[in-house]
């Protein structure tokens, strides 16, 4: 199918940059400058917390719905590589995800690359997860939380569902929205797609250089989650992909993997689309109130 109008006019906007060359706070800078051109729905309440660890706290912000709120939760991890994005860029996709799905969401700022190198994003998303299940009653979250993010931000809400599996704690569900799930250079999308319009290879490897400290950790389950041994068990999960993404592939083999291990699965391959759709009008919008339609199944009223 071929791309999305709107899809054209958004690449359109986007400068070619290499972060290599113009320095990582003007890439990062660059990324927040393009989110701050996307409408921001009205929501009921927001509300900056710092979530507390031992040796740091980690910035957050919760957005209470408009209307029509249900008593879920969802912990939302933004894209970025690991190394770009933060709660400001996901502002306007988050307010926009609360109401949709009608639930209490916390979008957390975790630390980024290359200052924090792997696991530490791992580490502040699993004790985000693990301080918002003791905090429910706080958020109104009686009927449980889900973890929710996009590319890294899905990698992370994939990494987070396995620990809590592994812990014992309680999570309804997992929607990964064109995640990274492993290291790939062979899958179709990964090659057809390499070249991509809105993430390639080149810099696809550029945040991999970024975040982890030696190339062994490649193979860690806690980067490579298609790498873990057993994937049974973990919450039910909502997968979508992208036609023109060369994680497309990935992410749709890390749906398979949890389907046959007996996790229950949905995925959805958007047509028309590139990486990084969510923030577009059309495509973006409508793929948006699915997974609010989604999430509010998973906590009904």
Same mark, same amino acid.
């Given at each position: 199918?071929?791309?999305?109008?709107?899809?054209?006019?958004?690449?359109?906007? $986007? #400068?070619?940059?290499?972060?290599?060359? $113009? =320095?990582?706070? *003007?890439?990062? @800078?660059?990324?927040?400058?393009? +989110?701050? *051109?996307?409408?921001?729905?009205?929501?009921?309440?927001?509300?900056? $917390?710092?979530?507390?660890?031992?040796?740091?706290? $980690?910035? !957050?912000?919760?957005?209470?719905? !408009?209307? %029509?709120?249900?008593?879920?939760?969802?912990?939302?991890?933004?894209?970025?590589?690991?190394?770009?994005?933060?709660? &400001?860029?996901?502002?306007?996709?988050?307010?926009?995800?609360?109401?949709?799905?009608?639930?209490?969401?916390?979008?957390?700022?975790?630390?980024?690359?290359?200052?924090?190198?792997?696991?530490?994003?791992?580490?502040?998303?699993?004790?985000?997860?693990?301080?918002?299940?003791?905090?429910?009653?706080?958020?109104?979250?009686?009927?449980?939380?889900?973890?929710?993010?996009?590319?890294?931000?899905?990698?992370?809400?994939?990494?987070?569902?396995? *620990?809590?599996?592994?812990?014992?704690?309680?999570?309804?569900?997992?929607?990964?929205?064109?995640?990274?799930?492993?290291?790939?250079?062979?899958?179709?999308?990964?090659?057809?797609?390499?070249?991509?319009?809105?993430?390639?290879? &080149?810099?696809?490897?550029?945040?991999?250089? @970024?975040?982890?400290?030696?190339?062994?950790?490649?193979?860690?389950?806690?980067? +490579? #989650?298609?790498?873990?041994?057993?994937?049974? =068990?973990? !919450?039910?999960?909502?997968?979508?992909?992208?036609?023109?993404? #060369?994680?497309?592939?990935?992410? &749709? !083999?890390?749906?398979?993997?949890?389907?046959?291990? =007996?996790?229950?699965?949905? +995925?959805?391959?958007?047509?028309?689309?590139?990486?990084?759709?969510?923030?577009?009008?059309?495509?973006?919008?409508?793929?948006?109130?699915?997974? =609010? %339609?989604?999430?509010?199944?998973?906590?009904?009223?």
């Amino acid at each position: 199918m071929p791309l999305y109008p709107e899809t054209k006019r958004f690449l359109a906007l $986007i #400068p070619e940059a290499d972060p290599a060359e $113009i =320095g990582i706070d *003007m890439f990062r @800078q660059g990324f927040r400058d393009l +989110s701050q *051109m996307l409408p921001k729905e009205p929501v009921g309440q927001i509300e900056d $917390i710092r979530i507390p660890r031992s040796q740091c706290e $980690i910035p !957050a912000r919760v957005y209470t719905p !408009a209307a %029509g709120r249900n008593s879920g939760g969802v912990v939302y991890f933004h894209g970025g590589g690991f190394v770009i994005g933060d709660v &400001e860029s996901y502002d306007p996709f988050c307010r926009a995800l609360a109401n949709a799905s009608g639930s209490v969401l916390i979008s957390v700022d975790y630390r980024l690359a290359p200052e924090h190198k792997f696991p530490t994003a791992v580490n502040d998303a699993y004790d985000s997860v693990k301080w918002v299940l003791k905090n429910v009653k706080r958020f109104g979250m009686t009927r449980g939380i889900a973890v929710a993010g996009d590319s890294a931000g899905g990698n992370l809400s994939a990494v987070c569902a396995l *620990m809590c599996r592994d812990a014992g704690l309680a999570v309804k569900a997992e929607v990964l929205v064109f995640p990274f799930t492993s290291f790939d250079v062979a899958s179709r999308s990964s090659v057809e797609y390499a070249d991509s319009l809105f993430l390639t290879r &080149e810099l696809g490897a550029w945040f991999g250089a @970024q975040y982890l400290s030696r190339p062994e950790d490649a193979l860690s389950p806690l980067f +490579s #989650p298609m790498l873990a041994s057993d994937l049974s =068990g973990v !919450a039910p999960a909502l997968v979508v992909t992208a036609e023109y993404d #060369p994680l497309r592939d990935q992410g &749709e !083999a890390y749906a398979d993997l949890l389907a046959k291990a =007996g996790v229950m699965v949905t +995925s959805l391959r958007v047509r028309g689309v590139t990486h990084g759709f969510i923030f577009l009008p059309g495509a973006g919008g409508d793929v948006c109130s699915m997974i =609010g %339609g989604y999430l509010r199944r998973v906590f009904p009223p």
